[in-house]
């Protein structure tokens, strides 16, 4: 399984950006993506999960109201909207294929892991 990430970068506070992470391989809408974030420093912490159909979503209290994730299925794909960014947003944002269909939050229950994409929000 391979995930590759792209859309990371620099951007001002108060800005927008679109993660997109894609997967190789036919399962992909049998499962969870979930993406999770760590800034210098600090342990790695959980951002957004979709369920396998996408119908489910789940946001940490920190992006709630800034971020959406979404997924094309037929492209085997997820999107990680996230808008009026802030500088505490800047990390290292990774994309991860859960266990199963349903929408986790604990980073035990991911399988698969991204090599990560750079997000850096300037003040």
């Known amino acids: 399984v391979q995930l590759e990430e792209s859309g990371g970068g620099l951007v001002q506070a108060g800005g927008s950006r679109r993660l997109s992470c894609t997967k190789s391989g036919s399962t992909f809408a049998a499962f969870c993506m979930g993406w999770f974030r760590q800034a210098p420093g600090k342990e790695r912490e959980f951002v957004a999960a979709?369920?396998?159909?996408?119908?489910?979503?789940n946001y940490s209290d920190s992006v709630k109201g800034r971020f959406t994730l979404s997924r094309e299925n037929a492209d085997n794909t997820v999107f990680l909207q996230m808008n009026s960014l802030k500088p505490e947003d800047t990390a290292v944002y990774y994309c991860?294929?859960?266990?199963?269909?349903?929408?986790?939050?604990?980073?035990?229950?991911?399988?698969?892991w991204g090599q990560g994409t750079q997000v850096t929000v300037s003040s």
């Open positions: 991860a294929v859960g266990l199963g269909s349903f929408v986790y939050t604990n980073s035990r229950q991911y399988e698969y």
């Open positions: 979709i369920s396998s159909s996408g119908k489910s979503t």
